[in-house]
């Protein structure tokens, strides 16, 4: 063995960090040839090699392209149940949210009692988080 291969085998480290950057073409040969001629158990070099450039970008459009569809295809099926959605402007929603604690959430309380509404409260609180 070379001195240079013993000193590679012996300055080998695992990595478990990566950089967002992707890696030249020249360099992502490199590597697909390395693998393509590494040992393998009982030489078998039966290993497959699988590529993924730019994952992160791939993955976050699945689940936004998906997020989209479910959507789409809830907003359908609450259209065919004759219900409207509304788009609120934040001044809307505000105005909402005041009518809310003003008016709606105290004649609940003189219902449900204070007590029942304070768990409520609670328990939106914490899934606001």
């Known amino acids: 063995m070379t001195n ?10 695992s990595c478990r960090a990566y950089k967002p950057e992707q890696i030249t073409d020249e360099e992502l040969n490199a590597v697909l040839e390395a693998g393509t001629y590494a040992a393998s158990a009982m030489g078998r070099q039966s290993a497959k090699i699988v590529v993924v450039q730019d994952a992160a970008t791939q993955v976050c459009k699945e ?6 569809q479910t959507e789409a295809d809830g907003f359908a099926m609450l259209k065919e149940a004759g219900i409207e959605v509304l788009e609120l402007s934040d001044a809307d929603r505000s105005a909402i949210a005041q009518h809310v604690r003003e008016e ?3 004649a609940q309380e003189e219902i449900l009692g204070k007590e029942a509404m304070d768990a409520i409260y609670a328990d939106l609180k914490a899934c606001a988080k």
């Open 104 to 106: 709606v959430w105290p």
């Open 4 to 13: 240079e291969t013993l000193e590679t085998i012996k300055s080998r480290r």
């Open 63 to 68: 689940i936004f392209d998906s997020a989209e």
